[in-house]
């Protein structure tokens, strides 16, 4: 026989064989799992059977689920799809399952969703299983909309600016149809994607974001258990003399729990994004007494840094994040602490990885504003500093404040005034607490006053190199001989000839001594030419000695004026 003859052969036994067993032939009543396990073996082999025919008898039989399994061999997705999400709505009975198997219905479903990139299939069937299992459909519509609309090749995951704000606004839609379905799905959907863009901040989904975190706390405030854990944390840290920052110590305290997590991703949001209305959130957070170092980070938004530092360096005792709020320009929480945090919490890494990537634009945002005060970063820095420095003075009565301050004083003495620090110490402090402050202050101004002097003295070296080497110069070009009569008379140099011999009297002259008139006459066109000539010659040679000269190598290289250190006496 030829091929066409063995395949239209195989294909009629398989179909027969494929009707028996749907029919349950040749056995006395075979139970339900026996046929399934059969029927599965047999389309999961390489049959001769038509695909057509396969649906038609397993539909005939009502076998939805091996239906949708051979669907799904098919590579028919949304057929297979259609007929799982039929199957857990109870639109479709399987006359070989008394009642549907519902989770693996659904890891079905999400199992081929994952496998998809089709936009329609994704949004569609992802909506209907956030209503089954929202953190399964939020995974799905997180993957639909992550997907750039531009890049089909996938050769590269980065999107334009253009590409993000269509994508923002999908998922702006998104929210608003999951909002009508589950609330919690649609602020968990929305906590999965408003951190997803890395170019754009929308005001809206991170105003959004804030407030359902802000509401989630405040509900865990009202919890005793909650409430009482966070208070018993804020003392422990206040009388404790711990290295790390308050931040640092909320997390480890924290369980990993979500109510104990909504408070670290607030503060992350508050200290990252750069489209929030602080203002509107302070008037929020201000009743919540508990929240403290999330009034101190917006405190540092709004430019408020004399209540910022109150709240960190006073009432937290947060030393650390004090004098971080002073060196990063008035941001309290820096990435890199967010992000060693979110190492060991894997729901806190979109908004520390938000953090990392606003970090260089509120830089730029914190230059500009500071270019606008027309201060300069050192000197922003400096003035934040007095400002913790009157803050700790201003409380410097207890034993506390007074370590903190010579810890202040003795890493940022760089950056302060020893006769500043002297005029806002209180009176009744010992020296012993200013003491390595002064000793390392007079230290650094009695090094820069020699230093300065040393090159003081070095240019005043160099100065005399220079006139000496010159003077020499001017010495070797030797001395210019001049006739007298070149001078004008004046018996300055020139030649030693007798004036009597040179000037002819009146009396020969009226006499008529022509000749000895002519000669005279003629002799001084020679001598002015001469005298011309000898003008030039002088200005050449010394041009060319000018042109020529160059400074000898010092070892001197800072050339300092004579008044460079009169400021430092």
């Known amino acids: 026989m030829d091929e066409q003859m063995v395949a239209n052969v195989n ?48 539909e005939s039989k009502h076998f939805y689920s091996l239906l949708a399994e051979h669907h799904e061999l098919s590579g028919d997705v949304e057929g297979a799809l259609k007929i799982w999400t039929a199957l857990v709505d109870g639109k479709l009975t399987d006359t070989l399952k008394k009642s549907p198997d519902v989770p693996a219905a659904l890891s079905k479903v999400a199992t081929l969703l994952k496998e998809q990139n089709d936009p329609n299939l994704l949004s569609t069937y992802g909506r209907w299983l956030v209503r089954k299992d929202p953190e399964a459909g939020i995974r799905i519509l997180t993957k639909q909309t992550a997907i750039p609309a531009a890049d089909s090749s996938q050769k590269s995951t980065v999107r334009s600016k253009a590409q993000e704000l269509e994508v923002i606004q999908t998922q702006k839609a998104t929210i608003d149809e999951l909002r009508d379905i589950d609330a919690d799905a649609a602020t968990k959907y929305l906590e999965a994607v408003a951190l997803s863009t890395s170019k754009v901040q929308d005001e809206q989904m991170h105003r959004d974001l804030a407030l359902a975190l802000l509401r989630r706390v405040e509900q865990h405030l009202n919890d005793d258990a909650y409430r009482q854990k966070m208070d018993a944390v804020a003392q422990e840290y206040t009388h404790g003399s711990y290295a790390e920052s308050f931040f640092a110590h909320l997390a480890l305290a924290s369980d990993g729990s979500p109510r104990e997590l909504d408070r670290l991703k607030l503060a992350m949001l508050l200290q990252g994004s750069t489209v929030l209305d602080h203002r509107s959130l302070l008037d929020m957070i201000a009743p919540l007494e508990a929240l403290d170092y999330e009034k101190a980070i917006i405190f540092g938004k709004l430019g408020r840094d004399s209540e ?213 006459t003629s002799e001084k066109k020679p001598i002015q030419q001469r005298r011309d000539q000898l003008d030039v010659s002088k200005e050449a040679r010394i041009d060319s000695v000018h042109a020529g000269y160059q400074l000898p190598p010092s070892s001197a290289v800072v050339h300092g004026d004579e008044d460079d250190s009169v400021d430092l006496t």
């Open 11 to 58: 294909s009629r036994v398989d179909s027969a064989y494929l009707q028996m067993i749907a029919e349950r032939r040749g056995t006395v009543e075979r139970e339900d799992a026996a046929v399934e396990a059969e029927l599965a073996a047999f389309l999961s082999s390489k049959h001769a059977c038509e695909p057509a025919q396969v649906r038609n008898v397993l």
């Open 308 to 520: 910022a530092l109150s709240l960190l360096a006073v009432k937290l005792r947060d030393a650390n994040s004090a004098e971080a709020y002073c060196s990063q320009d008035g941001e309290v929480l820096s990435p890199m602490l967010a992000t060693s945090i979110a190492e060991d919490h894997k729901d806190l890494q979109p908004f520390a990885a938000m953090l990392s990537r606003t970090y260089a634009q509120r830089v730029k945002a914190h230059a500009k504003a500071t270019a606008q005060r027309e201060l300069s970063a050192t000197q922003r820095k400096e003035e934040l500093l007095k400002q913790l420095l009157s803050v700790y003075m201003a409380n410097g009565a207890e034993e506390k404040f007074r370590i903190a301050t010579a810890h202040l004083l003795n890493t940022q003495a760089l950056h302060l005034d020893n006769r500043e620090v002297l005029e806002l110490v209180p009176k009744d402090w010992p020296l012993q607490t200013l003491e390595t402050f002064l000793t390392q202050s007079l230290r650094r101004q009695l090094h820069r006053r020699r230093e300065m002097q040393m090159l003081r003295n070095i240019a005043k070296c160099r100065r005399l190199d220079v006139a000496e080497d010159l003077w020499a110069r001017q010495r070797a070009m030797g001395g210019l001989l001049q006739d007298t009569e070149l001078d004008g008379g004046d018996g300055a140099g020139g030649d030693t000839s007798a004036p009597g011999n040179d000037e002819m009297s009146y009396s020969d002259w009226k006499e008529g001594d022509a000749f000895v008139g002519d000669a005279v």
